[in-house]
């Protein structure tokens, strides 16, 4: 139904009054929510669930604000569209949460007990996991908050366990002592992917074994970890080295423990590196513990999981394993075995979570085998089921399948979704889709397995588990697999892959159809932010400042798929200005909508040259506005619809419909000019939506409209019958043509509000014709009069500055225009200062004891702003001069 206009906007925009009402709005006749219309085409989309502990940061706000324009544009095309929320349990991250507090206390979660503690962090979740939603709503995210998820709610723990059982009785779930990452701090296994690697100085030692039974023989290994010397199960070196082949088969004396050493022959070794020598710590060392199976190795444990020595290191047990390093250090080198230390920069693995240095260790944990599950999730890739955006993250992404080793997804911690295994005294290891109390072989009591999933368990079956799976929803049916997935390249081995590899394993299907991924926020420098470095910005801050729209359009502008991208604050006040811009151009369309029947729709032949260019302009924007979002292209979007509304909408129609708008005698022309005015603004806000939700609905909601919301009022559809060329032909000559006489009139100093006469030569007779029936808006918006027109062969006026544009020679008399004396003295006075400036210069350039100090790129500085006055002092002196004349 068709509705009056009933208010007017506010003198000045107000971000947080307009954002806290619509959003408010939005939520009380639930726009957001998604019901199961399987008529209907859907669209959707998951949310990368945030850490329950989190709190807002841009690289969220960046994420969130494409999935919502995503969103929000398929919402208006008609689509069935739900955007699934959630938050992830974070085992690792809320568990050091947890504790954090408890030690405040003076507690630790031992002191609790496991039961006790389990309650004190649901209550943890209860007072804070809701912050990050809520800081989420004031970004604008249009989330179906009424079937918000939790990894750890009845539903996805009925599918995290029915994934584990079923991999197990499959065979593709395991328990087996292999080497993982362990972080000493939150004393648990880690996968590969948890663990960041950073250069860092170091040491590289090189110490002397001996070789048994032969005085004076040794060889020379070098390690960047002496501590683990004393786990050593062997020295290999490559079968062809012909320095060691004599050896191998014999034994070495491992320095300080006495222990004998074989040496072994594995072509792992690189000749070139060291010695050519290594030392094998099958307990210490992933790829130790792959020689070490090789061999046969024994695997010495030397360390315990806090980072301490173990009982049977003799001297050093007890101690930190850097305290440990310095002991063993002193100690090789005084009982002559350190050979020398040189410096060495080395990746070292620090802990995601908490940035302790992690130490590979040998344990017992539980292990999915990735090989039958990658190879389908690389298929699906690779034969365009799934396509990432940009293409080239797919190479990222089958290149680390190719090459994947078993996931380790048992944790040594509390908080999470505990492994369903239960052992028996008798030896009985029983996974069950349901707790057991007995154990099924001989009623014997059982104990659970004290560990806990790996967080990324869970969510890898995020797509599907938020839908209701394993049971056969109407939800499943109608929304998976799902239209796209919105995350960062950082996550893609996290997140991406095992989302692929579990929707095919368990629902026959890909989770998602496209995969678009985007850069990271970095500051202005370009560097990641980080509590370290002190150069994150809060989102809050921001939007507290500026407003959500604001810090969304900022995201998004200039953002292309991959790419990293710069936090700047003026841009920032760039999107502000934006803002008020179109606040500024609606509240003077909506003020001069009196009268206005929305019913009225003018016949063509009353537009104006003016009329037709903005409506082909307009439509032209909404085919390349939709195709742009349609490619993922949110940046080149953004792009487009700003320029049209400030360059085109407001810098020009607006202007060049004020004469029509203030002539209310000519009633005919004033209907048509508002109904432009209506129709371009109400639609082009459509285009807009996605991208600033906020002012978008505050202005449309007060524009003569049609529905609830301007997020239901539909999608503008390009209407190809107004697509005019020859009016967008036209109407660029006579913008050149005002632009050409604007730019001589700043060029020389013309006050606004005077009036020049302005002369035109037009060869052609069709631009002549144009020119003579438009010269108003020529008038008007170049403060010309009067305006001549001339044709091509006329007399060339004396006198005038002179430009040309679009086939019109424009000239510019200034006798009367100016004050010559005065503007002599201006220049005067400028080429003063330049003389100055040039004499400076070339002082410096002359001067040897400068050009042979300074560095290379100042002395270009110099050169460059000697080029620049020098041109600007020739222009300045030919002005001069024309000036004369006058």
Known sequence: MEQEQTTTISTVYDPQAVEAKWYKFWEENRLFHAEVEPEKQSFSIVIPPPNVTGQLHMGHALDNTLQDILIRFKRQQGYNALWMPGTDHAGIATQIKVEEVLAQEGKTRYDLGRETFIDQVWDWKARYGSRIINQLKRLGASCDWERERFTMDEGCSKAVREVFVSLYEQGLIYQGNRITNWCPRCNTALSDIE?????????????????????????????????????????????????????????????????????VADEYVDPSFGTGAVKVTPAHDPNDFEMGLRHKLPEIIIMNPDGTMAADTGKYAGLDRYECRKLLVNDLKEQGYLVKIDEHSHAV???????????????????????????????????????????????????WLENIRDWCISRQIWWGHRIPAWYCECGEVTVSREDITVCPKCGGKVEQDPDVLDTWFSSG???????????????????????????????????????????????????????????????????????????????????????????????????????DM??????????????????????????????????????????????????????????????????????????????????????????????????????????????????????????????????????WQSLPHQGLSIMTAGWPAEDANLVNAEAEQFMNVIMETIKSVRNMR???NVPPGKKSEVILKIASNDIKALIEANIGYIKTLAAAEPVVVLAADAATPENAMTAVASGVEIYLPLKGLIDVDKETARLNKELGSLDKELSRIAGKLNNPGFTAKAPADVIEKEKAKQAEYLEKQAAIRERLAYLARL
């Open 349 to 399: 693995g620090h802990c995601q979570r908490c940035s302790t240095v992690v130490e590979p260790l040998v344990s017992k944990q539980w292990f999915v085998r990735m090989e039958p599950l990658a190879k389908p999730a690389i298929e699906a890739v690779l034969s365009g089921e799934i396509q990432f955006v940009p293409e080239r993250f797919t190479k990222i992404y089958t290149n």
């Open 746 to 748: 700043a060029e020389v």
């Open 566 to 699: 710069r936090f700047y604050w003026e841009r920032v006040e760039s999107s502000r200005n934006f803002a008020n811009k179109i606040w500024n151009a609606s509240r003077f369309v909506l003020m001069n909508l009196e009268g206005f029947d929305p019913a009225f729709t003018p016949d063509a032949k009353g537009y104006t040259l003016a009329d037709r260019w903005i409506l082909s302009r307009y439509n032209q924007t909404v085919a390349d506005v939709t195709r742009n979002l349609e490619r993922f292209e949110l940046g080149e979007a953004a792009r487009m619809v700003y320029e049209f509304i400030w360059d085109e909408f407001c810098d020009w129609y607006i202007e060049l419909a004020k004469g029509r708008l203030y002539n209310k005698a000519d009633g005919e022309s004033r209907k048509v000019v508002q109904y432009v005015l209506n129709y371009v603004l109400g639609n082009t806000l459509k285009l807009l939506h996605p991208f600033m939700p906020f002012i978008t609905e505050a202005i």
């Open 195 to 263: 663990v960041e690697h950073e250069e860092k100085p170091g040491n590289l030692y090189h110490v002397r074994y001996s070789v048994e039974g032969t005085e004076g023989e040794y060889v020379t290994v070098a390690t960047t970890r002496p501590e683990t010397i004393l786990g050593d199960s062997a020295v290999a070196v490559h079968p062809d080295d012909a320095r060691y082949k004599h050896l191998i088969g014999k034994y070495l004396i491992l320095p300080i423990v006495g222990r004998r050493l074989p040496i």
């Open 461 to 563: 079956l995020w797509p599907f588990s938020t839908m209701g799976w394993p049971e056969d929803t109407a939800e499943l049916k109608q929304f998976y697999p799902t239209s796209v997935l919105v995350t960062g390249y950082d996550i893609i081995f996290f997140w991406v892959a095992r989302m692929i590899m579990m929707g095919l394993k368990f629902k026959q299907d890909i989770p998602f159809r496209h995969v678009f991924i985007h850069g990271l926020v970095r500051d202005s420098q370009g560097r990641k932010m980080s509590k370290s470095l002190g150069n994150g910005i809060d989102p809050l801050e921001v939007i507290d400042k500026y407003g959500a729209d604001t810090l969304r359009f900022m995201l998004v502008t200039g953002n292309t798929p991959g790419n």
